[in-house]
């Protein structure tokens, strides 16, 4: 990979040899991508979300929901970063997860060339599957280097997406009640 970026600096006219700013580049870049952009391809779900346990006793029908995790990603087109939250939620069912461990799925994906849309889509059938929950939701909202540096340049543009599923899919009260607690969490 380091070789594949001093090619990339070398067909972008950038003269690498002799700038001491510009000397490790290429192995730093590489590294970043592999250790912190992209290491998301090495990691499951089941990995990301660890060690399960049992589900407290009567919270079968109860919302788990944690706000603001923060993410940074790649944009798969035009491989400019994305930066943002995402809201994870879900009914237990006989098996819980940590909290911090829905921030270890967020990034399971997102250290991926994946679309927002797709990303809330993952965690939401990912925790559906592993913690075999009736229903769980992903809500991101997200900074797109794409859509605010290149392109049409909307500086302030946020994109939002949703995913549900199991019971969250349809607009009944499980739904409102998750959406209570996301604006409750604004103020």
Same mark, same amino acid.
């Given at each position: 990979?380091?070789?594949? *970026?001093?090619?990339?600096?070398?067909?972008?006219?950038?003269?690498?040899?002799?700038?001491?700013?510009?000397?490790? +580049?290429?192995?730093?870049?590489?590294?970043?991508?592999?250790?912190?952009?992209?290491?998301?391809?090495?990691?499951?779900?089941?990995?990301? $979300?660890?060690?399960?346990?049992?589900?407290?006793r009567d919270s079968v029908g109860e #919302? %788990?929901? %944690?706000?603001?995790?923060?993410?940074?990603?790649?944009?798969? @087109? @035009? /491989?400019?970063?994305?930066?943002? &939250?995402?809201?994870?939620?879900?009914?237990?069912?006989?098996?819980?997860?940590?909290?911090?461990?829905?921030?270890?799925?967020?990034?399971?994906?997102?250290? &991926?060339? *994946? /679309?927002?849309?797709?990303?809330?889509?993952?965690?939401?059938?990912?925790?559906?599957?592993? #913690?075999?929950?009736?229903?769980?939701?992903?809500? *991101?909202?997200?900074?797109?280097?794409?859509?605010?540096?290149?392109?049409?340049?909307?500086?302030?543009? %946020? +994109?939002?997406?949703?995913?549900?599923?199991?019971?969250?899919?349809?607009?009944?009260? $499980?739904?409102?009640? #998750?959406?209570? &607690?996301?604006?409750?969490?604004? &103020?």
């Open positions: 990979m380091a070789a594949a *970026i001093q090619a990339f600096l070398d067909a972008a006219g950038v003269k690498t040899e002799g700038d001491p700013n510009l000397a490790q +580049t290429p192995e730093r870049v590489a590294e970043a991508w592999t250790e912190e952009f992209l290491d998301g391809y090495g990691r499951t779900p089941e990995e990301a $979300l660890g060690e399960l346990f049992p589900a407290p #919302l %788990v929901v %944690v706000t603001d995790l923060r993410f940074h990603s790649m944009c798969p @087109h @035009h /491989l400019l970063p994305v930066a943002g &939250r995402a809201h994870v939620a879900y009914v237990p069912s006989k098996q819980v997860t940590g909290f911090g461990r829905l921030g270890e799925l967020v990034d399971c994906f997102a250290h &991926r060339l *994946i /679309l927002q849309e797709d990303l809330a889509r993952e965690v939401a059938q990912s925790l559906a599957r592993v #913690l075999d929950s009736p229903a769980t939701a992903c809500i *991101i909202e997200a900074e797109q280097a794409c859509l605010r540096l290149r392109g049409p340049r909307q500086r302030d543009a %946020v +994109t939002h997406s949703e995913a549900y599923e199991g019971l969250l899919r349809g607009d009944g009260a $499980l739904r409102r009640e #998750l959406w209570a &607690r996301l604006t409750l969490a604004r &103020r």
